[in-house]
């Protein structure tokens, strides 16, 4: 028996973790964060480490810190399809249809700790992909709560989470957050430079993609089970 047969996922065996580079306020095009004219390069990727759950790239994740916030861009990548004369067609009825991404902070890391504390935070996003007729949507996300919680953090106003979803592609599209600092409780970068992080892509064209963890993996509720992001 193999030892993904015995454990169902190999990365059960490890912590999984990388780091979370500063952002460079100057490259921003306008020195803001909120407005999300910023863009995050090849440096803020997180490892290519889905090889160790043998899950498919479908998704790059890139994250970057700052003192007012945590920023994020996700790269999605949907399957090849045939081509054929009305391709166009199919491919914009396909980015037509709805995609979210769901978002798992926890702003203080609780390594070994199974149930989610009020530093613990899940926000969800939802959109229509964009077309070339409608490459940018701007949305708002919700702050959830996370199934089994011992504890929720304090409730925020959906229009404190903004987001943009962008056409890069007939088969590629980018998700870009920016979470501000005041919604995300116990955020403190410079006395607590780890945190736990979680992200899951929602999409029908393929079954989904989830950063570095299976779906066996329960984490929508388990925080021990996020990857431990080091500020640095």
Not at 53 to 63: A, I, L
Not at 65 to 92: C, F, I, Q, T
Not at 117 to 139: D, E, G, I, M, W
Not at 175 to 197: A, N, T
Request: proline residues 9%.
């Amino acid at each position: 028996m193999s030892l993904k047969e015995l454990l169902g996922d190999s990365a059960w065996l490890f912590e999984l973790g990388f780091p979370i580079p500063r952002f460079d306020v100057t490259s921003s095009k306008t020195g803001k964060l909120d407005d999300l004219s910023w863009k995050l390069n090849a440096k803020y990727a997180t490892p290519p480490l889905e090889t160790i759950s043998e899950q498919p790239k479908n998704c790059e994740y890139r994250f970057a810190w700052h003192e007012r916030g945590l920023m994020v861009e996700v790269d999605v990548h949907l399957p090849n399809r045939v081509k054929s004369d009305d391709a166009k067609s199919n491919s914009a009825v396909s980015m037509g249809v709805p995609s979210t991404l769901a978002l798992y902070i926890d702003t203080r890391s609780s390594p070994g700790v199974h149930r989610a504390s009020n530093y613990c935070h899940r926000f969800v996003f939802a959109s229509p992909k964009p077309t070339s007729s409608k490459p940018v949507l701007q949305v708002d996300g919700e702050s959830l709560k996370i199934p089994r919680a011992k504890d929720s953090p304090p409730p925020i106003r959906k229009e404190d989470l903004p987001a943009q979803v962008s056409r890069i592609s007939d088969s590629s599209y980018g998700w870009r957050v920016f979470l501000k600092s005041p919604i995300l409780h116990g955020y403190d970068p410079l006395e607590f430079p780890e945190i736990g992080l979680f992200a899951e892509i929602g999409d029908c064209d393929f079954r989904g993609s989830r950063m570095l963890r299976s779906a066996i993996v329960p984490a929508h509720e388990d925080p021990s089970t996020w990857c431990r992001g080091k500020l640095v």
